[in-house]
C-alpha cells in the first residue's frame, strides 16, 4: 500500500524524514525515497529498492548528501517516487499512496489532447504518480489541479507535494479511505500517514485531514486551501491488520480496537463452543496478535504463544517476489514451543484470511509438532471481493480468494449469487462453507467475526467505513 512523511521546518529536517518515513516501512516492501528543498542546493532526490534490505539500510547517510528545511518521502508498494517535476506550476516534488484503476485511461486521455509523453516503465506502464502530476497540471492553480486530480481518479489516492518555495500542500482522498495527520513541533510542521511516526520526533498531534481536504504547511502554520468533504468511507483494515499498534486513525487507537475485537468474537463464540476445552489461545503473529489477546481475556482461555516467528535474520515473508519463496521464508521464521503444542488444543486468531497458502502450512506445521487440535478464527469478517481501492489482497483474480475458490467448488458459478448468503455463518450455505475451508486448510473449526462486531470494535458509524471487501457495496 505505501505510506509518506514529509515535514517543514525553520532548521534542516532531512533526519526527522528519514526516521519518519523508516517508520512506515509495515506499509511498502517495493522502494522509498525523499526529496528535500535546501536554498543553495535546491532539489535533491533518493529512491532506493528495498525489497531484500530496509529502509535504514538503504538511506544511511542521506543526512551527509542532502540537506533541507523541506523535506518529503516515502514507502511504496508500488513505482518509484517521490517524483520530480517542472510545469507551469515551477518545480515540485511529489508522492501519492493509494491505487488508480483507471490509471491507463487516464493517460490516453491526456496524450489525445497535450501532444506530451510520459515516461515508460517496464511493460510500457507508466508511474501513477506521474499521471497525477500531469492530472493536477491541467489547472493553472495546484489547488484546482489536485481537487481536479482527486475528481478524476477512480480508486484512491493522498498526495504529498513539496513545493520550489518550501512549502508542502497535503491532500487526503475524496473518500478518506486512508488517514493524514498533522504534527507541530517548536521548529515547524510535519504530516503523515501514521500517527505515531511524528511522536518520538517530538512533534505533537495538530490536526487530522478530512475527506478530500487540502492543506498548505510552512514551518509557521498550516492553513486549509479545500474544505473537507462530507462523505468518509475510511478502510476498515487498517485497525484489522495494516496499522501499527500505536496509530491512531479517526481517534481510535489500533491496539485497543484489535482487543475489543477480539473480546467481541469471545462473546459470539461463547455461545456456539464450549471453550473450557481449549488450552491455549493465540494469535498468527504478529497482527493477530493483539485480538487473540483480547479473546484470551474475554474468554477466560490462557494466552499463549505456541510457535516464534525468528525475525532476526528473516525478513519479512512477502517480500520476496515469488510465492513459493515467501512460502519458505515464512515456514523458516516459526519456531515451534514444544510445551505449549504437543497435545494441545489450541484457538489462533488471524488478522484476516485472503488466499490462505501460508495459514495452511502454518496449520500443517503444528499438527507435525504434537498440537491434538488447530481452530482458526479470522479477526474480520470472510474476503468475498478483492480490493479496489489499497490493494490489500493483491488479487488479479477473485478466484485467489479462498472464499470464492471455495464456493465455486461447492456451487459453481450460481454460487456467485449467493455471496452475502455465504458471508453469514448462521446460513446453511455459510455453514458450508466453513465446513469446505476446514477439511481444506486442516481446521478442527473455522469461524470469522461479523460485520456488525467488527463496526462495533471500531467504534465509528457503519456509514463512515469502507466494508468493500466482505460486501461488495461502494
Given at each position: 500500500?505505501?505510506g509518506?512523511?514529509?515535514?517543514?521546518?525553520?532548521?534542516d529536517?532531512?533526519?526527522?524524514?528519514?526516521?519518519?518515513?523508516?517508520?512506515h516501512?509495515?506499509?511498502?516492501?517495493?522502494?522509498?525515497?525523499?526529496?528535500?528543498?535546501?536554498?543553495?542546493?535546491?532539489?535533491q532526490?533518493e529512491?532506493?529498492?528495498?525489497?531484500?534490505?530496509?529502509?535504514?539500510?538503504k538511506?544511511?547517510?542521506?543526512?551527509?548528501?542532502m540537506?533541507?528545511?523541506?523535506?518529503?518521502?516515502?514507502?511504496?508498494?508500488?513505482?518509484?517516487?517521490?517524483?520530480?517535476?517542472?510545469?507551469?506550476?515551477?518545480v515540485y516534488?511529489?508522492?501519492?499512496?493509494?491505487?488508480?484503476?483507471?490509471a491507463?485511461?487516464?493517460m490516453k486521455?491526456?496524450?489525445?489532447?497535450s501532444?506530451?509523453?510520459?515516461?515508460?516503465?517496464?511493460?510500457?506502464?507508466?508511474?501513477?504518480?506521474?499521471i497525477?502530476?500531469a492530472?493536477?497540471d491541467?489547472?493553472?492553480d495546484?489547488?484546482?489541479?489536485?481537487?481536479?486530480?482527486?475528481?478524476?481518479?477512480?480508486?484512491t489516492?493522498?498526495?504529498?507535494?513539496?513545493k520550489?518555495?518550501?512549502s508542502?500542500?497535503?491532500?487526503?482522498?475524496?473518500?478518506?479511505?486512508?488517514?493524514?495527520?498533522?504534527?507541530?513541533?517548536?521548529?515547524?510542521?510535519?504530516?503523515?500517514?501514521?500517527?505515531?511516526?511524528?511522536?518520538?520526533?517530538?512533534?505533537?498531534?495538530e490536526?487530522?485531514?478530512?475527506?478530500?481536504?487540502?492543506?498548505?504547511?510552512?514551518?509557521?502554520?498550516?492553513?486549509?486551501?479545500?474544505?473537507?468533504?462530507?462523505?468518509?468511507?475510511?478502510?476498515?483494515?487498517?485497525?484489522?491488520?495494516?496499522?501499527?499498534?500505536?496509530?491512531?486513525?479517526e481517534?481510535?487507537?489500533v491496539?485497543?480496537?484489535?482487543?475489543r475485537?477480539?473480546?467481541?468474537?469471545?462473546?459470539?463464540d461463547?455461545?456456539?463452543?464450549?471453550?473450557?476445552?481449549?488450552?491455549?489461545?493465540?494469535?498468527v503473529p504478529?497482527?493477530?496478535?493483539?485480538?487473540?489477546?483480547?479473546y484470551?481475556?474475554?474468554?477466560?482461555?490462557?494466552?499463549?504463544?505456541?510457535?516464534?516467528?525468528?525475525?532476526?535474520?528473516?525478513?519479512?515473508?512477502?517480500?520476496?517476489?515469488?510465492?513459493?519463496?515467501?512460502?519458505q521464508v515464512?515456514?523458516m521464521?516459526?519456531?515451534?514451543?514444544?510445551?505449549?503444542?504437543?497435545?494441545?488444543?489450541?484457538?489462533?486468531?488471524?488478522?484476516?484470511?485472503?488466499?490462505?497458502?501460508q495459514?495452511?502450512?502454518?496449520?500443517?506445521?503444528?499438527?507435525?509438532?504434537?498440537?491434538?487440535?488447530?481452530?482458526?478464527?479470522?479477526a474480520?469478517?470472510?474476503?468475498m471481493?478483492?480490493?479496489?481501492?489499497?490493494?490489500?489482497?493483491r488479487?488479479?483474480?477473485e478466484?485467489?480468494?479462498?472464499?470464492?475458490?471455495?464456493?465455486r467448488?461447492?456451487?459453481?458459478?450460481?454460487?456467485?449469487?449467493?455471496?452475502e448468503?455465504?458471508a453469514?455463518?448462521?446460513?446453511?450455505?455459510?455453514?458450508?462453507?466453513?465446513?469446505?475451508?476446514?477439511?481444506?486448510?486442516?481446521?478442527?473449526?473455522l469461524d470469522?467475526?461479523?460485520?456488525?462486531?467488527l463496526?462495533?470494535?471500531?467504534?465509528?458509524?457503519?456509514?463512515?467505513?469502507?466494508?468493500?471487501?466482505?460486501?461488495?457495496?461502494?
Open positions: 500500500m505505501g509518506f512523511f514529509g515535514a517543514v521546518s525553520k532548521r529536517c532531512v533526519l526527522d524524514v528519514f526516521y519518519g518515513v523508516d517508520y516501512s509495515h506499509l511498502g516492501t517495493s522502494r522509498a525515497g525523499m526529496a528535500a528543498l535546501d536554498s543553495e542546493k535546491g532539489f532526490r529512491i532506493h529498492n528495498i525489497e531484500n534490505s530496509p529502509f535504514r539500510t538511506f544511511a547517510g542521506i543526512t551527509d548528501e540537506q533541507g528545511k523541506a523535506c518529503i518521502g516515502c514507502i511504496s508498494d508500488g513505482e518509484p517516487q517521490p517524483l520530480l517535476i517542472r510545469s507551469c506550476h515551477g516534488a511529489i508522492c501519492i499512496t493509494g491505487k488508480i484503476n483507471n491507463d485511461a487516464l486521455q491526456y496524450l489525445s489532447f501532444g506530451g509523453h510520459f515516461e515508460a516503465l517496464s511493460g510500457g506502464r507508466v508511474n501513477a504518480t506521474e497525477v502530476a492530472l493536477i491541467q489547472k493553472s495546484l489547488t484546482d489541479g489536485i481537487r481536479f486530480a482527486q475528481d478524476s481518479i477512480d480508486g489516492a493522498n498526495i504529498l507535494l513539496l520550489d518555495d518550501g508542502i500542500l497535503a491532500a487526503r482522498d475524496k473518500y478518506g479511505r486512508l488517514p493524514v495527520n498533522i504534527g507541530k513541533s517548536n521548529d515547524g510542521y510535519c504530516v503523515s500517514f501514521e500517527s505515531f511516526a511524528y511522536q518520538k520526533l517530538g512533534y505533537q498531534n490536526y487530522e485531514l478530512g475527506p478530500g481536504e487540502i492543506v498548505r504547511i510552512t514551518a509557521d502554520k498550516t492553513e486549509i486551501l479545500s474544505p473537507r468533504l462530507g462523505e468518509m468511507k475510511i478502510c476498515a483494515f487498517l485497525w484489522t491488520y495494516y496499522g501499527y499498534p500505536n496509530s491512531c486513525y481517534g481510535i487507537n491496539e485497543v480496537m484489535r482487543n475485537n477480539g473480546r467481541i468474537m469471545a462473546q459470539a461463547s455461545k456456539n463452543m464450549d471453550l473450557s476445552k481449549i488450552d491455549y489461545v493465540s494469535g504478529d497482527s493477530g496478535t493483539p485480538h487473540a489477546i483480547g484470551a481475556n474475554e474468554s477466560g482461555v490462557p494466552f499463549g504463544r505456541p510457535f516464534i516467528k525468528y525475525t532476526p535474520t528473516w525478513p519479512r515473508s512477502f517480500m520476496p517476489q515469488n510465492q513459493n519463496e515467501r512460502n515464512a515456514k521464521k516459526q519456531i515451534p514451543v514444544h510445551d505449549l503444542i504437543e497435545g494441545k488444543k489450541l484457538l489462533f486468531v488471524d488478522d484476516s484470511i485472503v488466499r490462505g497458502t495459514l495452511r502450512e502454518t496449520v500443517e506445521f503444528l499438527y507435525e509438532n504434537g498440537a491434538e487440535e488447530v481452530h482458526m478464527r479470522s474480520c469478517p470472510p474476503i471481493y478483492s480490493c479496489k481501492y489499497l490493494n490489500f489482497s488479487s488479479t483474480d478466484y485467489d480468494l479462498i472464499t470464492r475458490r471455495t464456493i467448488e461447492l456451487e459453481g458459478d450460481e454460487g456467485m449469487n449467493h455471496l448468503e455465504y453469514d455463518g448462521t446460513t446453511e450455505r455459510g455453514k458450508n462453507m466453513r465446513c469446505a475451508i476446514c477439511q481444506k486448510l486442516k481446521f478442527a473449526s470469522y467475526q461479523s460485520i456488525e462486531g463496526i462495533e470494535a471500531i467504534g465509528l458509524d457503519e456509514s463512515q467505513v469502507c466494508t468493500y471487501c466482505w460486501t461488495g457495496k461502494e
